[in-house]
């Protein structure tokens, strides 16, 4: 009998064995939720939001044509 243990994030009950490669997690979707607990809130605290005006100029990156 396989050993099993349940997935942190849903609770599934997961085969501890090369048929489950994101063990302890059921699946990769729970792996990542698991992970982005942690990383959301870092996130949040961090307010990333700045970073992407600043890294958003529309105009493309285009020598200026004489002048
Ligand atoms: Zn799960």
Redesign the pocket.
Known sequence: MPTTVN??????L?EWSNASPHRP???R??KL?DLGEWFEESHRIAGDPALDEDGMPLAPARAPHGD
């Open positions: 997935c942190p994030t849903c609770e599934r997961v997690f059921c699946s979707r729970c939720i």
